[in-house]
């Protein structure tokens, strides 16, 4: 819904992918570390619920928005309320499943953010095919169809919030060997997490850049494809917004799923940094497809899109590997803080610099909107060789600590 938005609302790139990126990821990721806290020490089901009502409120929000401003803080919303689900839920999956089905449990639960996405750009695609510009409505007046979007995106959360009420709350360290209140009898501060963090700053740093590498170049994809399918072949946003949401319904579920089985194959072969190595294989076959889907040189929209559906399979490869590597090598008492810092990490390079990234190479480099692919094949050919080059020294890292087994979490770190 690229440029319905910026028609109607009369914004540029830059402005855009700020609100694709910086108001959603900046206050997602500094409310999430909150959240990491209260999921290390409260109920993690209710959290979830709640964040899931304010995430529904607030995309609908999305859809009144009359300007930048507003839309921004409606955004801004959306990242507050999802900010509140992820520490939780893979805290939950952590105490679901042992070591040898991570994997596999963390990449299904990913598949949803593939899955979101994808329908996201079905239903948004459909819609405005399916709806005359401007749509009346009571007590809201005349809207536009990709408002119109936001609205019914926001109401998909009603069945959603209805299907957690039959979720259970899992008990806590089940695979750890902890007693169900130790988590209780340490001090979890955010203080206290954070100087254990530092402590091990080589295996945490290594984790959350060399992910976010990998990240960024997702993101800046998901943000700029439809752009550039519009400005370059010429296609019909409803046409692309179809093709791209099927791309990201199959391709990127597949590959999460992928990267998850082939780590638990690692895993049950004892192969020390199992999850990373899942990871590092994603990157090395992501190089390819990401020179060449968007290059101005690809001979048809045919050629983009097979290379785009290979770019999101290896892209999609380290979703669920990330967590997994970070649960087995982090303290039970501190994990969802670990996951909410990652995500703070990730979330801030990835989706708050990457589509801005390529918004400022568009506007200020090539300056010329049509040459938004060429941005995106600049972004992909630096942002993978250097994942591949810090995957490779977490792989040394994380190995040698599961080897010698994770350093305890004490209350005398911080």
């Not at 999802?82 to 596999?104: H, Q, W």
């Not at 089940?174 to 979890?188: I, K, L, M, V």
Request: net charge positive; proline share 4%; glycine share 10%.
């Amino acid at each position: 819904m690229v440029e319905p938005i910026k028609r109607d609302l009369v914004l540029t790139d830059t402005q855009f992918s700020l609100l694709q990126g910086i108001a959603f990821a900046l206050f997602y990721t500094f409310v999430g570390l909150f959240m990491g806290r209260l999921a290390d020490t409260k109920n993690r089901k209710k959290i979830i619920m709640a964040g899931l009502a304010a995430w529904s409120f607030m995309t609908a929000c999305c859809g009144l928005a009359k300007g930048f401003f507003g839309l921004f803080a409606a955004r801004v919303g959306v990242g507050v309320g999802e900010a509140a689900l992820s520490p939780s839920a893979y805290s939950m999956i952590g105490d679901y499943f042992p070591k040898e089905s991570l994997g596999r449990a963390m990449s299904t639960y990913t598949v949803g953010v593939y899955l979101g996405s994808g329908l996201a750009f079905l239903i948004g695609g459909g819609l405005i095919a399916a709806m005359p510009d401007m749509v009346q409505l009571p007590l809201l007046g005349e809207l536009k169809s990709w408002q119109l979007t936001f609205i019914v995106l926001g109401l998909a959360g009603i069945p959603m919030f209805l299907l957690l009420l039959t979720v259970r709350e899992p008990k806590r360290g089940r695979f750890s060997g902890q007693p169900e209140n130790s988590t209780a009898a340490n001090d979890t501060s955010i203080a206290g997490a954070l100087s254990y963090f530092r402590q091990h700053k080589s295996f945490y740093l290594a984790h959350f850049i060399g992910m976010s590498m990998l990240t960024m170049v997702g993101y800046a994809y998901h943000s700029w494809v439809p752009a550039y399918f519009i400005r370059f072949w010429n296609w019909e946003v409803a046409d692309i917004g179809v093709t791209y949401g099927l791309i990201n319904i199959l391709a990127a579920p597949a590959g999460v799923l992928t990267g998850g089985f082939l780590g638990d194959f690692f895993a049950k072969r004892q192969v020390s940094d199992a999850f990373v190595r899942s990871a590092i294989v994603g990157s090395y076959c992501l190089f390819v497809p990401a020179v060449l889907a968007t290059s101005p040189m690809s001979p048809s929209p045919i050629f983009s899109l097979v290379a785009l559906c290979f770019l999101h399979f290896f892209a999609s490869f380290h979703g669920g590997m990330a967590i997994a590597a970070l649960h087995t090598g982090t303290p039970i008492e501190i994990r969802a803080q670990a996951t909410a810092y990652y995500l703070f990490v990730i979330n801030l390079i990835g989706l708050g610099l990457g589509p801005l990234l390529v918004a400022l190479i568009t506007d200020n480099i090539f300056q010329n909107d049509a040459q938004v692919g060429s941005s995106l094949m600049i972004l992909g050919g630096i942002a993978v060789p250097m994942s591949i080059i810090i995957l490779t020294k977490l792989s040394s890292v994380y190995s040698q600590r599961i080897r010698d087994g994770v350093p305890a979490y004490h209350v005398e770190n911080h």
